[in-house]
Every structure is written in structure tokens, then in C-alpha cells.
């Protein structure tokens, strides 16, 4: 959090630069850095404190931040090997003292007694600007507490910008027209659909292998239960494109529900609702401004409150940005395949 915060935190400031110092293990994830990058930053990484110092004096920051190592979200592995990590963003008395007087510290407190990232040796230097930070820290949690809480006169005096609340549009299915050439034949196979449901150009312009594993996906997630079939077709329009089609001879329609996890698992689909042969109704659905509340969610990050694993009474909710979906929790970009619990 500490670091996520300054992600947007440090617009407020003209002309940043950023250098994050971390072992892979533990180092900012890429989604974050590119946002950093995006909000005009310009950021460089660095492996370690010895690596990062090893620069000329004028390329090192005068203010550096530290943060907690968080332990407790590490896999077995990394704990295995935290003490090298720790070792890597540790400082100790012979790297401040290498940095001159205009050099300052900081750290959100508290520290570990044991193995802190600033070793005790550091507590009385005039660099150390932590316990100044500490006391800012408190005044302005206790403003932030009053406001959420609803003091009156807190928040009285302010007038920056206000967030916006996002509003989220259930608007995903499209009608389209159904085109009156006569009656449309899907056939799987031989054999046209008389009565059903036909999901059509699936996966259109992947290969036919990808639109295999995509329809076998959007089976397991619309719950079909092995219910009808399906098919990889040339496009008629470009022989050279393949689209994937599922068959539901049958059945009446989709549901609300399948139609948004549809939508989610493969945008720009069609659903044909077919009857006697004519195609009675055509959708096109887009992909939907946020998805929630299905069981088939998780978000792919295993340290996400939101993830399965974790037993937090958070369930899986994505909201789309940019063409993809967005953890709400923890702001993890997911291609829209990588939304969906893995078996
Ligand atoms: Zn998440």
C-alpha cells in the first residue's frame, strides 16, 4: 500500500523521478510501474541497495523511502530465501553516511525490532526524517478519520476536486437486425438447427486450436453440462478467418446470467436465437463494464484479498478498463481469458 500510494500520490508533484529499488521477489508489480511511467514519471529499477549506490553520487535521490517487507504474504519459497532479500533493501550506517547531509529517510513505521530495513544504528541521525514523517502521518490520519466519519467542521473548508462516483452501465447486449434474406441455415455439420440457440463468431480470427480451447471454456463457464455442440468455421466473408460456433439445439434463449459471463469470456460473440428455421432473434454482446458475482471468478493474484484462497468474505469483481478487466481490490489488469477460476 505504502508504495502503491504514491503510484498516483506523487502527481502532485512537477518533474518526478522515480527509482525503485527491489529484488524481483519483491518489486513494484509492472501494472503499477507502467502507471508510473504513464503519469509523466520518469522510473528507473534497481536490483539493490549495493547495486543502486554503486551509481555517481549525482544520479542517487536525496530522499529515499523504505518500506516493510511483508513476510507474512510470502510464499514458502521467499521466506526460504528472505533473509538475502531483506539483505538487498537493507541500509545500514556505511550507506547513509556515504550520502551527505542534504540526504533524508523515511519509513511508515513501525519497523521490525527484529531485521528492520533501517538498522537501529540510523535512529539518531539528522537524515532520519522518519519520526517527522510519523507525526505528520498522525495529523493527517486524524483529519482523514474525522472526515469519513462525518465531523462536521473537517471538511467544511475544502475545495479541490471532488471524485466523481463511476457510474456502470448494464448496457452489453446489443440487438441487431436479424437480415430477411430468407431462412439462415446453421448446420452443425450436416444436419441445420430447426429450434435452438446458435453463439457465433467466437474467438473470429484466432487460430482454429485457440478457438478449440476457447469454446471448450465458454462451455464450462456458461455451465451447458455437455449440451449440444460445436464447431470451427471459415468466415464466409475471408475464407482466411476462422470463429468458433456452439450449438444449443433446443433452447429457447440464454439466460441473463450466461449472456453477461458470455460477454465477459468472449466479447464481440452473437447469439442466434433460432426458431423454425429463422433466426428470431440476433445479439451482439460487448464486453461488460464490470462482472461480479459469479462463483467461476477469481482474480489471478494470490496475494488479492479477492482471491479464492484467501477466505476473505471479498468475492472476485472486475471492472473494465482499457480492454481488459480490472481487479477492484487490487487493481491486477486481466486479459478477459484470465478472469475465470482455475480448476
Ligand atoms: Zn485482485
Redesign the pocket.
Known sequence: RTVHSKVDGLKIFDNVKVDLVAPQELALQEHYVQRMIENGFEVRCFESIEEYISQKRSLIADKWYFTRLQLGRMSDDMVKISGKLRSMVTANRDVIDKMGDDFLFYHPRPTFKWDPVITHDLEDLSNNACNRQSQNGFLIRTALSGALAGVPYICDDFDGEVLEKKVYHDDFVQQIACDDKGPKEYKQGVKPIENGVVIDHIARGSSAEEIKYHISEIEKILELDGVGGSWVAKSKKDPDTHKGLIFLPGYEGLTEKQKKRLAARSPNCRVNVIENNQVKEKLLLHMPEQIYNFKQLD?K?DA????SANGEPMSAHFYKKNGDFE?K??E?PHHFKEVWKKE
Not at 304 to 307: A, D, E, L, M, V
Open positions: 482474480c493474484n488479492c484479498i479477492s482471491h481487479c481490490y487490487c491486477t
